[in-house]
């Protein structure tokens, strides 16, 4: 029940916030919208000026006299806001062989055309940025108090580059470092270097680096340049009926030993997963932060264990906080890094790295995760929903018929060709669109039942 609650709650947040982007923008260029609705199919309630408060459908001939129709529809998985003229989700052509009025989407020039079609997104946007710069401006940022290097991959960038483990990080470019994200600030800050000069404690000698930036990785890599020690493989999604799951591994479990191999990061213990197909082996886990738990796991053909793992660090951290315009910054940081964050999650899924069923949720999923922020406090459901608002303004503006970057695309051609795509062709495009939506659907509840 508390799932189906914070579900609730938290889908109508996002799609709240998204529709009234469009109608409020729609609203701004004095177009008319008939109906704002949360949900798609019947109608179940709602309100307009004209007939007041009602239940079900309004009569197939009501004219609302240039007001809203605020609706609560039948289906809870998402929304939309007809606005007059406009091939939109309500699939309405009724104004197809009638001249455009003044007030309709068609008749608007193409800038507000495009500020209306992207505002939900751009909402989203906004949505995301106050939640993050709340909680750099009211809870400040953990910094890893270590500047020490962790386990370096054979044949890795790092290893290239002349680093070896447990070296102290001092300087980059002259600049000392106390903390590990002020050493990776001041490594972005190089990227358009051709090298970067470390200078490095190796035991009591102090030794200098000059790495070429074209051995960093950069952030839409896959891989980590450089890890800090104290550093350990995290569990932060088990996938359904997968070995993992059957073994009894749990998300939140810290990964110690494999096959009595001590774990240091997730690109070793993926290493070591992957080569250890079919082969049955002791797995050491730290559950809770305190409890050491052994199972038996065996990965399948794929080699893989149906697990998502993130580099957790254990040690010493240090509360930072910031002033009021400079959360705004930290803010967009936030922003631009769970944004290449998702675009990798894509990439993986695409090359295979990852399961499609791992790197996205439907209703299940999201009713899961709600409940568990939520009960992790306040706070955490809002950075949740912060999460789950950037990545609805992510692929929303994606150029898929249906969606808005769909919609965007054809207005700008409109644009540059100076005259509307014909309503027919506009009618299959939404309709091809709304189909493949509606398949991505079924398929990702469908593996959203068998994570459960």
Same mark, same amino acid.
């Given at each position: 029940?508390?799932?189906?609650? %914070?579900?609730?709650?938290?889908?109508?947040?996002?799609?709240?916030?998204?529709?009234?982007?469009?109608?409020?923008?729609?609203?701004?260029?004095?177009?008319?919208?008939?109906?704002?609705?949360?949900?798609?199919?019947?109608?179940?309630?709602?309100?307009?000026?004209?007939?007041?408060?009602?239940?079900?459908?309004?009569?197939?001939?009501?004219?609302?006299?240039?007001?809203?129709?605020?609706?609560?529809?039948?289906?809870?998985?998402?929304?939309?806001?007809?606005?007059?003229?406009?091939?939109?989700?309500?699939?309405?052509?009724?104004?197809?062989?009638?001249?455009?009025?003044?007030?309709?989407?068609?008749?608007?020039?193409?800038?507000?055309?495009?500020?209306?079609?992207?505002?939900?997104?751009?909402?989203?946007?906004?949505?995301?940025?106050?939640?993050?710069?709340?909680?750099?401006?009211?809870?400040?940022?953990? %910094?890893?108090?270590?500047?020490? =290097?962790?386990?370096?991959?054979?044949?890795?960038?790092?290893?290239?580059?002349?680093?070896?483990?447990?070296?102290?990080?001092?300087?980059?470019?002259?600049?000392?470092?106390?903390?590990?994200?002020?050493?990776?600030?001041?490594?972005?800050?190089?990227?358009?270097?051709?090298?970067?000069?470390?200078?490095?404690?190796?035991?009591?000698?102090?030794?200098?680096?000059?790495?070429?930036?074209?051995?960093?990785?950069?952030?839409?890599?896959?891989?980590?340049?450089?890890?800090?020690?104290?550093?350990?493989?995290?569990?932060?999604?088990?996938?359904?009926?997968?070995?993992?799951?059957?073994?009894?591994?749990?998300?939140?479990?810290?990964?110690?030993?494999?096959?009595?191999?001590?774990?240091?990061?997730?690109?070793?213990?993926?290493?070591?997963?992957?080569?250890?197909?079919?082969?049955?082996?002791?797995?050491?886990?730290?559950?809770?932060?305190?409890?050491?738990?052994?199972?038996?796991?065996?990965?399948?053909?794929?080699?893989?264990?149906?697990? =998502?793992?993130?580099?957790?660090?254990?040690?010493?951290?240090?509360?930072?906080?910031?002033?009021?315009?400079?959360?705004? %910054?930290?803010?967009? =940081?936030?922003?631009?890094?769970?944004? =290449?964050?998702?675009?990798?999650?894509?990439?993986?899924?695409?090359?295979?790295?990852?399961?499609?069923?791992?790197?996205?949720?439907?209703?299940?999923?999201?009713?899961?995760?709600?409940?568990?922020?939520?009960?992790?406090?306040?706070?955490?459901?809002?950075?949740?929903?912060?999460?789950?608002?950037?990545?609805?303004?992510?692929?929303?503006?994606?150029?898929?018929?249906?969606?808005?970057?769909?919609?965007?695309?054809?207005?700008?051609?409109?644009?540059?060709?100076?005259?509307?795509?014909?309503?027919?062709?506009?009618?299959?495009?939404?309709?091809?669109?709304?189909?493949?939506?509606?398949?991505?659907?079924?398929?990702?509840?469908?593996?959203?039942?068998?994570?459960?």
């Amino acid at each position: 029940m508390s799932q189906l609650i %914070y579900f609730a709650i938290t889908i109508g947040i996002l799609v709240f916030i998204h529709e009234f982007g469009h109608f409020a923008a729609a609203k701004l260029c004095k177009m008319r919208a008939d109906i704002f609705a949360i949900g798609f199919g019947q109608r179940l309630f709602g309100f307009n000026k004209i007939n007041g408060f009602t239940f079900g459908s309004l009569p197939k001939d009501f004219d609302g006299q240039g007001h809203t129709d605020y609706r609560l529809n039948l289906v809870p998985l998402g929304g939309y806001v007809k606005i007059a003229g406009m091939v939109d989700e309500s699939f309405d052509t009724s104004f197809a062989n009638k001249e455009p009025e003044p007030y309709e989407f068609r008749a608007k020039p193409t800038l507000q055309k495009a500020f209306v079609i992207t505002a939900g997104v751009l909402m989203n946007l906004l949505l995301a940025l106050l939640v993050f710069w709340g909680g750099n401006f009211f809870q400040g940022k953990q %910094y890893k108090k270590t500047t020490t =290097v962790g386990y370096i991959a054979p044949q890795s960038a790092a290893q290239k580059a002349g680093f070896v483990e447990k070296d102290k990080i001092l300087s980059v470019n002259g600049k000392e470092v106390v903390y590990w994200e002020e050493l990776n600030n001041e490594i972005e800050k190089s990227s358009k270097a051709s090298s970067v000069n470390f200078t490095v404690l190796r035991g009591s000698q102090k030794v200098d680096l000059n790495v070429k930036t074209s051995l960093i990785p950069s952030e839409k890599s896959q891989e980590e340049f450089l890890l800090p020690a104290e550093v350990k493989p995290g569990i932060t999604d088990v996938a359904g009926r997968s070995p993992a799951k059957k073994a009894g591994i749990q998300a939140g479990d810290i990964l110690l030993e494999l096959n009595n191999v001590p774990l240091v990061d997730v690109i070793q213990t993926t290493q070591l997963i992957s080569s250890h197909k079919n082969v049955t082996m002791p797995i050491k886990l730290l559950r809770n932060g305190k409890d050491t738990v052994s199972f038996k796991i065996t990965p399948g053909p794929d080699g893989k264990i149906g697990i =998502v793992l993130a580099d957790l660090f254990t040690g010493p951290t240090e509360l930072h906080t910031f002033g009021f315009f400079e959360s705004f %910054y930290y803010g967009s =940081v936030d922003i631009y890094h769970v944004t =290449v964050m998702t675009f990798t999650m894509f990439k993986k899924v695409i090359t295979g790295n990852i399961q499609f069923s791992q790197a996205f949720g439907g209703p299940i999923k999201i009713a899961q995760y709600a409940a568990k922020f939520a009960d992790s406090g306040f706070v955490s459901f809002l950075s949740f929903l912060a999460m789950l608002s950037l990545s609805l303004a992510i692929i929303n503006i994606l150029p898929i018929p249906a969606l808005d970057g769909g919609h965007f695309v054809i207005i700008i051609i409109e644009g540059i060709i100076k005259r509307e795509i014909p309503l027919k062709l506009k009618i299959a495009i939404q309709n091809t669109g709304f189909v493949l939506l509606l398949i991505l659907m079924a398929f990702i509840i469908y593996n959203d039942i068998l994570s459960m």
